[in-house]
């Protein structure tokens, strides 16, 4: 009897000491996930918050909008694939151009609401990231615009202003992906036809845009960064073709990858208000990526 007493005793003893190991091992894990987490969020003082160092679409360059609002609505849906040395990156976006007071003025919603990429070791490092892939799903930033249409005259301009604000609703900031801040751009669209046909099927206009971009950053002297922002190129149409070829870019104040030139080029093809879009988009500084972008466009 005392030696089954001893033997359910020592058996008694040998799960706790089980329990206890495994509970040990648990909070132990727990711990070090969450040492991870903090470790990752101390470096983010670390994170450069420029064009340079994140990814394609935290940094957007203002669009060209050739001094005009168009008057119908637009919804549409883009594919684009963004290549760097050290970075390959897919995404999925979305945009409405919803124009009112028969184009006199009007509001562009945008979002990236998909994206996936890949980095190398060495440009993880070089941006103080910590994965080389998103191991979750994750969205980007929504992107609201507002303009208005304050001079429209063939003889002289046209020319429009707009007002953008971009939300921090993008995610993986860990990665350097988007910037979890907010930022925001105002500037002045203007444009001209050069030469136009008869029929009006034809014409050769050009564009050019002037403005200015401000963005938060993590540093604790300098909350912000400004930048002028700046753009100038030609649109030709023939009958269902527009093709249109540009080179924009923003002047911040830093000098720390904030200076970003995209030399952007643009191919629509429209039949019945139904627009395929091809864009080909070469980052000559700072934001050096290869962009190729394909998208549906319908008109209402």
Same mark, same amino acid.
């Given at each position: 009897?005392?030696?089954?007493?001893?033997?359910?005793?020592?058996?008694?003893?040998?799960?706790?000491?089980?329990?206890?190991?495994?509970?040990?091992?648990?909070?132990?894990?727990?711990?070090?996930?969450?040492?991870?987490?903090?470790? #990752?969020?101390?470096?983010?003082?670390?994170?450069?918050?420029?064009?340079?160092?994140?990814?394609?679409?935290?940094?957007?360059?203002?669009?060209?909008?050739?001094?005009?609002?168009?008057?119908?609505?637009?919804?549409?849906?883009?594919?684009?694939?963004?290549?760097?040395?050290?970075?390959?990156?897919?995404?999925?976006?979305?945009?409405?151009?919803?124009?009112?007071?028969?184009?006199?003025?009007?509001?562009?919603?945008?979002?990236?609401?998909?994206?996936?990429?890949?980095?190398?070791?060495?440009?993880?490092?070089?941006?103080?990231?910590?994965?080389?892939?998103?191991?979750?799903?994750? %969205?980007?930033?929504?992107?609201?615009?507002?303009?208005?249409?304050?001079?429209?005259?063939?003889?002289?301009?046209?020319?429009?202003?707009?007002?953008?604000?971009?939300?921090?609703?993008?995610?993986?900031?860990?990665?350097?992906?988007?910037?979890?801040?907010?930022?925001?751009?105002?500037?002045?669209?203007?444009?001209?036809?050069? #030469?136009?046909?008869?029929?009006?099927?034809?014409?050769?206009?050009?564009?050019?845009?002037?403005?200015?971009?401000? #963005?938060?950053?993590?540093?604790?002297?300098?909350?912000?960064?400004?930048?002028?922002?700046?753009?100038?190129?030609?649109?030709?149409?023939?009958?269902?073709?527009?093709?249109?070829?540009?080179?924009?870019?923003?002047?911040?104040?830093?000098?720390?990858?904030?200076?970003?030139?995209? #030399?952007?080029? %643009?191919?629509?093809?429209?039949?019945?208000?139904?627009?395929?879009?091809?864009?080909?988009?070469?980052?000559?500084?700072?934001?050096?990526?290869?962009?190729?972008?394909?998208?549906?466009?319908?008109?209402?």
């Amino acid at each position: 009897m005392y030696f089954c007493g001893l033997k359910k005793k020592i058996l008694i003893m040998k799960y706790f000491f089980r329990i206890l190991l495994v509970s040990f091992i648990f909070v132990f894990s727990n711990l070090s996930g969450q040492a991870e987490n903090d470790s #990752w969020r101390d470096k983010t003082e670390y994170l450069i918050y420029s064009p340079r160092y994140f990814g394609p679409n935290a940094f957007p360059i203002p669009e060209m909008r050739d001094g005009l609002v168009s008057e119908r609505y637009e919804v549409e849906i883009r594919g684009e694939y963004h290549h760097y040395t050290g970075d390959k990156t897919w995404d999925v976006v979305g945009r409405a151009l919803l124009p009112f007071f028969r184009g006199r003025a009007g509001m562009e919603i945008s979002w990236c609401f998909k994206e996936k990429y890949k980095l190398t070791p060495e440009t993880r490092d070089e941006r103080f990231a910590v994965d080389v892939e998103s191991p979750i799903k994750y %969205n980007g930033d929504i992107i609201i615009g507002s303009f208005f249409q304050v001079l429209r005259s063939k003889k002289w301009v046209d020319i429009v202003i707009s007002a953008n604000i971009k939300t921090a609703s993008g995610g993986r900031l860990c990665d350097a992906r988007f910037t979890d801040a907010a930022s925001y751009w105002f500037d002045a669209n203007i444009g001209r036809n050069l #030469w136009e046909s008869t029929d009006n099927k034809s014409s050769i206009r050009m564009q050019a845009l002037v403005g200015f971009y401000c #963005w938060t950053t993590n540093d604790l002297v300098h909350r912000q960064n400004d930048a002028i922002a700046y753009g100038a190129g030609l649109t030709g149409k023939h009958r269902g073709f527009t093709f249109s070829t540009n080179i924009a870019g923003f002047y911040g104040y830093e000098n720390n990858g904030d200076r970003p030139i995209h #030399w952007r080029n %643009n191919l629509r093809y429209e039949i019945k208000k139904n627009i395929i879009s091809f864009r080909y988009t070469h980052g000559m500084k700072d934001n050096l990526y290869d962009s190729f972008s394909l998208g549906y466009i319908r008109c209402f």
